[in-house]
Structure formats: structure tokens, C-alpha cells
């Protein structure tokens, strides 16, 4: 008596998928709640400030509930009051171009100082490592507010600095360094330092030495050693840490307003100012929008650049 086809077994190879297939749905399935949650946190907020960037400004802050474009039109134009020319905002565009510019120039500070820190962290002995990273993040247990007001106490025209250079006869009469780009630009290093060293350390620490050892021994220099053994070796590390100190110093508020003054603002201080004094809430919406896409764009940028480089990792 003919039993019909046997079943077909399953393959080993499509039991392994099945499975693989329902424990991706029941991870997904258990970060439901918290993926949900985040979704609500960070998203909202972010949806609410795109909404208000397409509104018109209330009388005394706040908005009206009218469609407009303005917003983002003045982000980067203006409108003349008597004869209604357009023009383009120039304050805006050298806050933009003064907040790029000191970003960048933060990052490369803090790479330059902070590269020999992490490296000379990496090549001491396990006791001291401990001590030195401690020492590092020790700013982290201050404010940010009370560290800042710390660099305005050494470079202020009577603080710690020009004292010590009047006292050695270096300038008979104190330099304006307070107020200016260059404050700013100290303090911002000084904030964001600690951000580039714990990457880099971080990358240092996996580096094989003996690697280090052998360029030496196949009578390379030191500069050949570094540009072509240590610098490839680490520049995850060397990336990470300009992405974690680019991006928080573009958007800085308190360092450019303690520092700065109010004559030299950056995009954060321009937002706060529009959200406050100015009572011009969609733009101010704009102009945070407008730093969020030049972060975006930053961040593109660097995924290209790696994926490029490492096309298969």
C-alpha cells in the first residue's frame, strides 16, 4: 500500500535561521518599551521644534498658530524696515562662520595637547595609569559654570596670567585677552580636553608596542614611526575624540557667554537669545535646526570618509 510522500525534514541550516529569526523578534519584542519611550523623549522634543520653525512669533514670545516661512528665511536674509530689500543677515552668518571656525579650531587644540597626554597615560605601568586617568577626569566632577569662571579668573587683565607676565617684565601693561575669540577659544579647550584624551587613551591602550619596537628596529625615526605605526593604529581613537569635542563645542553656550561676552556669540548663544530677549521663537527653532544639520552633515561626512577606508567594517 502506497503511504504517499514522506515529509521533507528540515534542513539543519533552516532550523538555525528559524531560530535566529524568532530571537530577533523577541529582542525586538522586549525593547518594544524602551525603544517606544526613547522614540517619545527624543523625537518629541525634535518634532515640537520643527513644528515651531514653520510658525509665526507671538507678540511676547511664544507663537501664533499661522503657517510662515520666516523663520528659516531669516536664518540667513533680512528684510530691510524702510524699503523692504532683502539682504543677507550678516551677523548670522559670521555667528555661523565664528562658531565653525573655533569648533574646528577647538578640535585640533585638543588633539595636539591631547595626543601626547593619552600616549604618555598608555606607556606607564598599570599602577599609574589608574592616577593619571583620575587626574583627567577630575574636571568632570565640577560644574561647568564654576570651571569656566576659573579660566575667566587667569585670563581677565588682572588675573593670573598678565600678573605673571608684568612680573617677569614680559608686558608693561595688561593684554585684553578676556572678551575676545581667544578666551573663548581657551576655555573651550580647557572644557573639552578630558573628551579627546579618554578616546585616544582608550585606542593606546589596545596598541601592540612591540609594533613600535620594530619600526625602531627596522631604523625608522621617530616621526616615521609615529605617521605610519602609531597614528593608523589609533585613528579610531583620533576620530571619536574630534567627533565627542566638535559637536557639544559648536553648539557651546555658557564658555562663549562667560567668556565672550555679549559682542562675541556663537549658535548657542544666538538661539538663546532668540528663544529669550528677542521673543522670536521660530527662528530661534530655525537656527537650532540649522546646527542641527551642520552636525548632521559633520557626522556624514566622517561615516563616508570610514566607510570609504574600511569598506568592510
Not at 250 to 277: H, K, S, Y
Not at 280 to 302: D, E, H, K, M, R
Request: with cysteine.
Amino acid at each position: 500500500m502506497d503511504a504517499g510522500p514522506l515529509p521533507r525534514l528540515a534542513q539543519p541550516g533552516e532550523a538555525e535561521v528559524a531560530a535566529r529569526r524568532a530571537e530577533v523578534r523577541r529582542n525586538w519584542l522586549l525593547a518594544s518599551p524602551a525603544l517606544a519611550l526613547l522614540f517619545c523623549a527624543a523625537s518629541g522634543p525634535l518634532l515640537i521644534v520643527v513644528v515651531y520653525s514653520f510658525l509665526t512669533p507671538g507678540d511676547f514670545g511664544n507663537v501664533k498658530w499661522i503657517f510662515s516661512t520666516e523663520g528659516w528665511f531669516r536664518v540667513f536674509f533680512t528684510r530691510d524696515i524702510f524699503d523692504d530689500t532683502v539682504s543677507f543677515a550678516q551677523s548670522h552668518l559670521d555667528i555661523f562662520r565664528r562658531s565653525v571656525v573655533l569648533s574646528l579650531q577647538t578640535t585640533i587644540l585638543t588633539l595636539i595637547f591631547g595626543f601626547p597626554t593619552a600616549y604618555f597615560i598608555a606607556t606607564r605601568s598599570e599602577k599609574w595609569r589608574v592616577f593619571w586617568l583620575f587626574l583627567i577626569t577630575i574636571p568632570f566632577w565640577t560644574n561647568l559654570l564654576i570651571r569656566t569662571f576659573a579660566i575667566m579668573e587667569i585670563v581677565r587683565n588682572r588675573g593670573v596670567l598678565n600678573t605673571l607676565l608684568m612680573s617677569m617684565g614680559v608686558i608693561d601693561e595688561p593684554i585684553q585677552i578676556l572678551f575676545t575669540d581667544t578666551a573663548v577659544l581657551i576655555g573651550m579647550t580647557y572644557v573639552y580636553l578630558p573628551l579627546m584624551v579618554l578616546p585616544i587613551y582608550a585606542a593606546m591602550e589596545r596598541l601592540d608596542f612591540r609594533l613600535v619596537e620594530a619600526g625602531f628596529d627596522l631604523y625608522a625615526s621617530r616621526m616615521q614611526v609615529l605617521r605610519r605605526v602609531i597614528i593608523p593604529l589609533v585613528k579610531p581613537g583620533l576620530i571619536a575624540g574630534s567627533i565627542l569635542v566638535f559637536v557639544p563645542a559648536i553648539g557651546a553656550f555658557v564658555t562663549p557667554r562667560v567668556l565672550g561676552g555679549g559682542r562675541n556669540m556663537m549658535l548657542g548663544n544666538l538661539i538663546e537669545l532668540q528663544f529669550g530677549q528677542g521673543r522670536n521663537w521660530p527662528l530661534g527653532a530655525a537656527l537650532s535646526l540649522t546646527l542641527l544639520i551642520i552636525v548632521a552633515v559633520a557626522l556624514v561626512f566622517y561615516v563616508r570618509n570610514a566607510s570609504r577606508e574600511n569598506p568592510h567594517g
